[in-house]
């Protein structure tokens, strides 16, 4: 996950989140998230980027929706990265 824009980040626990995962919904969730639009032209060649990596697959729902689930190997890596900041987070905080 290191390799993996911030953006790419999200993507992935969209997919991990969301019950049907499509285009729309995970664009529709990261507007929310971000309060601006994401385009197009930035959401699904990123989305190709994680199929790529083997940690997103992509189905075809219909002919014009396709859906994107978790694969393992993107299950192990949210799990990694949540256990990486986890050992940051509980440090205590110096103190001034």
Do not use: C
Not at 52 to 77: A, V
């Amino acid at each position: 996950m290191h390799d993996l824009t911030g953006f790419q980040r999200d993507l992935l626990y969209v997919v991990k989140g969301l019950d049907e995962p499509h285009g729309l919904a995970i664009k529709d969730d990261l507007e929310d998230y971000y309060d601006k639009e994401v385009h197009h032209g930035r959401l699904y060649p990123n989305l190709d980027t994680l199929v790529d990596k083997g940690l997103i697959e992509k189905s075809e729902k219909d002919r014009r929706t396709n859906i994107y689930t978790l694969t393992q190997r993107g299950q192990r890596e949210i799990e990694m990265r949540r256990d990486w900041e986890q050992e940051y987070l509980e440090q205590e905080a110096p103190t001034a």
